[in-house]
């Protein structure tokens, strides 16, 4: 009786439960950041070394950007037609109706291009990296090239990072464009809008810095989707479940750093 009544003595209350989850949850978090961390570091090595191989590397390119193209168009046009309306309908008397330009322009450019392409990216892009080395990894592929001598972040994450930084930008660059021309369509089918009064508007109230600022998200956008998707895949455990449960957990991981990093640009950077 004193034993059973010491044992459950001992058991953490609510509080200590909570505490205990909340250390499992840190450590799991400082796990990852210090693993990507790690290969951060060795994919900028191998970069600036040249060591990888480039056949993969354009590869990689073809298939994050010219595959991608068509879904990238829909959304960027289904974004500006959005915006075009939504704006369309919040405009007043009071308000000139070229301003609609501006605001569609601004949207796409700042906001609707670069997240939704990066969002695109993830389900398209990320998923399959990380279901492709994931496999690689429980079939034991990836243990055979440390086996024989070769480095798998060289062979496999140097290619796939380096081909999103540059594929992201001209993904971007392209939904923005279509999405400001579907906008401007939208704007004359719907609040009557003519191109000429659109244009004028956009111009009005643009800033140079907007092109940059949309071009440096896709940059930073276009490096985290790859490279926690390879993260991912490289950690992967467990045979096909692993490999499904863990392309899962990077979707949710890759969108989730993808509009943590999104709110963080305005204050850093339009302050």
Request: proline share 5%; hydrophobic share 50%; glycine share 12%.
């Amino acid at each position: 009786m004193n034993s059973s009544a010491s044992l459950t003595s001992k058991r953490p209350g609510p509080l200590g439960r909570a505490f205990r989850k909340f250390g499992r949850a840190s450590e799991l978090v400082l796990d990852h950041a210090g693993a990507l961390g790690d290969l951060t570091w060795q994919v900028f090595v191998s970069a600036v070394r040249m060591r990888f191989p480039r056949r993969e590397f354009f590869r990689q390119i073809y298939v994050m950007g010219v595959e991608s193209l068509p879904i990238v168009f829909i959304t960027g046009a289904l974004a500006g037609i959005v915006t075009s309306q939504q704006g369309g309908y919040q405009m007043t008397g009071a308000i000139p109706q070229y301003v609609l330009g501006s605001l569609v322009v601004q949207t796409v450019v700042l906001e609707m291009g670069p997240v939704l392409t990066a969002v695109v990216l993830v389900g398209r892009v990320g998923a399959r990296i990380t279901a492709e080395l994931g496999t690689m990894k429980v079939s034991e592929q990836i243990d055979a090239y440390h086996s024989l001598g070769r480095d798998p972040v060289r062979l496999l994450a140097t290619p796939r990072v380096l081909a999103g930084i540059i594929a992201m930008p001209l993904l971007v660059g392209f939904a923005n464009i279509v999405g400001i021309a579907a906008g401007m369509v939208a704007a004359r089918l719907d609040s009557g809008l003519g191109f000429p009064s659109f244009l004028y508007g956009a111009r009005l109230f643009w800033h140079s810095w907007d092109l940059f600022y949309s071009f440096l998200k896709s940059v930073v956008f276009g490096f985290s989707i790859p490279l926690i998707s390879v993260h991912m895949g490289f950690r992967t455990r467990g045979g096909a479940e692993g490999v499904g449960r863990t392309t899962t957990d990077a979707v949710m991981f890759m969108t989730l750093t993808i509009l943590i990093l999104d709110a963080m640009f305005p204050p850093l950077l339009l302050n």
